[in-house]
């Protein structure tokens, strides 16, 4: 049964619009948690545009389910990890002027440089989880550099419409597969809503999904606790059976 990954970078946001105090993402990540998130995610962006250095270290000694600290693989955002030990580090494309990540990374390009962050990271007992699109050769890549996770981004399925949906559904399935094929542990993220979570939930071998906006979204109206609460419910019991949807 997957588990689900709360992300929080939005409430950060809100905050950042005017640099205020409020509201703070550590004691609002204390009731995504009480609603039933596995883990809280964040993500540490070199800009600084959400989340601050102070909420990674806050939440580190607050939360009680897991830490994942989404980064770029650079020598300053490795030192904050190894400083932080959050329990997992998910490696992101990252550039200044996107609203939010857009595609996977490209390890396949960038072994040398990854590589290196990965053992990095490893030395100092972080498990690393590579956010990538779900193409084989970025999987293979993965292993290659042996890192013990990938995050299969969604977003390309969320953003499909008809039967494209579904034809993105069965390259997330099979790339979840051949991972789990070559060694690798699941996650996926990115675009997944109250409407369209229920099809990627059910399948088999993913280990957990990562979800920010619409749980925030929904959290506006009914409260974060609930919000997180109703996701959990959609993503343990998921109304939809693959053999029966032709994927």
């Known amino acids: 049964m997957a588990g689900l990954g709360v992300n929080i ?9 005017r640099f205020a105090l409020e509201p703070d993402p550590v004691p609002i990540a204390l009731l995504a948690e009480l609603g039933g998130a596995d883990s809280i995610t964040v993500h540490l962006r070199e800009d600084r545009r959400h989340i601050q250095d102070r909420d990674v270290a806050l939440l580190r000694s607050t939360i009680n389910g897991r830490l994942n600290l989404e980064m770029a693989a650079t020598n300053e955002m490795i030192e904050i990890a190894s400083a932080i030990r959050p329990d997992m580090v998910t490696l992101v494309p990252e550039r200044r002027e996107e609203l939010t990540t857009e595609g996977g990374l490209d390890v396949v390009s960038q072994k040398a440089l990854l590589s290196d962050a990965v053992k990095a990271l490893h030395k100092i007992d972080i498990p690393v ?5 779900p193409v084989i050769k970025q999987l293979e890549a993965c292993r290659d550099i042996e890192a013990l996770y990938v995050e299969l981004h969604t977003g390309t399925y969320a953003e499909a419409q008809s039967k494209y949906q579904a034809l993105e559904l069965a390259r997330l399935s099979k790339s979840t597969a051949i991972a789990r094929h070559l060694g690798l542990r699941v996650n996926v993220g990115h675009g997944l809503t109250y409407q369209n979570v229920e099809p990627i ?5 993913i280990e957990e999904l990562n979800i ?3 749980i925030i979204a929904r959290a ?5 606790e609930e919000a997180v609460r109703q996701m959990k419910q959609l993503i343990q019991n998921p109304r939809y059976n693959p053999i029966f949807s032709g994927i």
Do not use: P
Request: hydrophobic share 50%; charged share 15%; aromatic share 8%.
């Open 9 to 17: 970078d939005h409430i950060a946001t809100v905050r950042q619009a």
């Open 129 to 133: 989880s590579f956010f990538i699109d």
């Open 201 to 205: 939930a059910a399948i088999e071998g």
């Open 212 to 214: 920010g906006h619409t």
């Open 220 to 224: 506006m109206i009914v409260g974060l």
